[in-house]
């Protein structure tokens, strides 16, 4: 709704000229405002909550259908779980961040999905977790501690989607933007024999797990402009994406971070940028989440550098373990992998909200 108002606001006209034109237009724009009134999504009234909330059977899990997800599951659990925007992308398309837990605990873990757009099986990973959890919060315990203790202790903060319009592009092709320089974009891409299918940019062609300041540039770009994977951007942080993760790290002081990606079954250490104390407990981090989804562990090594990612940033920033899971065999991860790395990724977040509890992490 907000993309109608958004069209509805660029567009350029001549009165003297075009009268009719303009009538038109005016009754065009009383009827998308009428369209952000009364068109909007029925309050969800308790006793008329799904039993099964998130859906895990195909394979297009879009921002809308995550988006309405939220706001059910917040609607049904709102003493575990609120939601809130923490940005705006190009495409009008608003951030979203869950917490789970308890808001004031002392630990905060931060979940961060499909940063990289093909990669959109990682926010139906995160979803799915969450309901589980919270279907399952007075029964769950990790290594004897009930989860209703854990999740006082450490409050997770959870950005399901941080990258919306790439998984749109991914899912839709143009049909999936909402601004014409990024239709014209596309196709321009199409024309050099690129496939919008696969893209990790966002809508502008910049790879938002580059663009941040620590090793900006120094990964190797696909292209010299912008592209549907390993473009820098203009300059550092000049995306709404890449700021929006930044304020949101900043301003919630996490004591670790995990990052979701596809594919490959594996698990990479945070960032050439650790020192001695976050390096060793970064691989606590990993050894802990390996002890349930039984991942393979890819070291540092020290011939790596910093390329602009999320990872470089956070342990430059503050020195906290940092990870990223790797799901999937291939991309875009096929939907018929997802019910086995559900299985082995569920129990993660309790482990490590263990961990954190016991002062080990
Ligand atoms: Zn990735």
């Not at 398309?93 to 757009?117: C, D, T």
């Not at 989607?161 to 196709?187: C, E, F, R």
């Not at 024309?191 to 990790?200: R, T």
């Not at 606590?284 to 470089?312: E, R, W």
């Amino acid at each position: 709704m907000g993309i109608l108002i958004r069209n509805s606001c660029e567009s350029t006209y001549s009165i003297r000229r075009f009268p009719c034109q303009v009538l038109l237009r005016l009754l065009l724009s009383a009827a998308a405002l009428t369209a952000v009134l009364f068109n909007y999504r029925e309050p969800v009234h308790a006793g008329e909550l799904p039993a099964n909330v998130v859906q895990t059977d195909h394979q297009a899990y879009s921002y809308d259908e995550m988006r309405e997800d939220i706001q059910t599951l917040c609607a049904k659990y709102p003493a575990l779980l609120s939601w809130q925007s923490i940005g705006t992308t190009g495409q009008g398309r608003e951030i979203l961040k869950v917490r789970l837990g308890n808001p004031a605990a002392p630990h905060r873990v931060m979940i961060q999905s499909a940063i990289h757009a093909r990669e959109y099986m990682t926010s139906q990973l995160t979803m799915e977790i969450i309901e589980y959890i919270c279907d399952n919060y007075g029964s769950l315990a990790c290594n004897g501690i009930p989860y209703e203790t854990l999740f006082n202790d450490t409050c997770f903060v959870i950005l399901p989607m941080a990258n919306p319009d790439g998984v749109m592009i991914s899912l839709q092709g143009a049909a999936g933007a909402t601004m014409q320089y990024t239709k014209d974009w596309l196709a321009l891409v199409q024309s050099l024999g690129g496939n919008p299918v696969q893209i990790k940019s966002n809508g502008s062609g910049v790879d938002i797990n580059r663009n941040f300041a620590q090793g900006f540039g120094q990964g190797t770009p696909s292209k010299p402009f912008p592209w549907l994977y390993n473009y820098a951007g203009p300059s550092p942080l000049s995306e709404s994406e890449t700021r929006a993760l930044v304020d949101t790290a900043r301003s919630e002081g996490f004591s670790c971070h995990i990052n979701y990606h596809s594919a490959g079954n594996a698990m990479y250490y945070g960032s050439i940028l650790s020192n001695a104390a976050t390096l060793s407990r970064t691989v606590t981090l990993c050894q802990t989440i390996k002890g349930y989804n039984g991942y393979k562990v890819i070291p540092i090594k020290p011939t790596d550098k910093a390329t602009g990612s999320f990872a470089d940033f956070v342990t430059a920033e503050f020195q906290r373990p940092t990870v990223t899971v790797e799901i999937g065999k291939k991309n875009p991860v096929p939907i018929g992998e997802f019910d086995g790395i559900f299985k082995k990724n569920r129990d993660t977040w309790g482990a490590v909200a263990f961990m954190l509890y016991m002062g080990m992490l």
